[in-house]
């Protein structure tokens, strides 16, 4: 098996790891999961055993940057005791999960930054919270006109001078420096993609969550 869990290379690979290891090298994330569940299954349909260098944190996270949380759990809850006991990189991704399932934003940011990452995973859990900052940059111009510094610092994993900077100068947004409120500029409707409505709902309800 080429891809131990620590995510050291060793030995001759699989077809199936040669490909993981290729997508993950040219950042193609999104062919990860199938690329895993396929070898799962051949494994399954052969009436062998998973062996024990089987790259579970990969294979959780592979599911959460398709944005497939459910699948992320359903690989965890298969997942052995004995493996999820020993493995800590494996215990941090669930975390990821975890914090995503709940809307708990501050949480993913925490989980992403507070885990040595290996080199394997390193590139996945890179891309993970790039899509999940540039995620609730979209939400934040799509369900408020003004936010506190405060409230967007939350959203995006960023100090409260980082998050000033960050949306004034690149983005264009207006900051109050008495109220410590931000103007909302809304993103460029050519670059903007479709909001996904359950998105805005998880939006909304972590609003309410804010305001009440």
Known sequence: MAIPVDGSAAGPSTSGFTALLDAIRARHFAQLADILDTSELE??????????????????L?????HDLNSARFVWKRTPVSVKESSPELVAAWKI??????HDHAGVYKALKGFDWTELVQPITGAIGDNYSTSMLRLLSTAYSTVSVADASGFLGLSENETVT???QQHGWVLDPASQMLTVRPMSTVSNKKTDSSQ?????????????
């Open 62 to 66: 592979a599911h959460v940057v398709n």
């Open 43 to 60: 494994i399954a349909a052969s009436g062998a055993s998973k062996p024990q260098d089987w790259p579970y944190a990969v294979h959780v």
């Open 166 to 168: 960050f949306l004034t």
């Open 200 to 212: 805005l709902q998880n939006l909304t309800e972590y609003v309410f969550h804010l305001e009440h």
């Open 97 to 102: 999960v975890q914090n995503m399932w709940t």
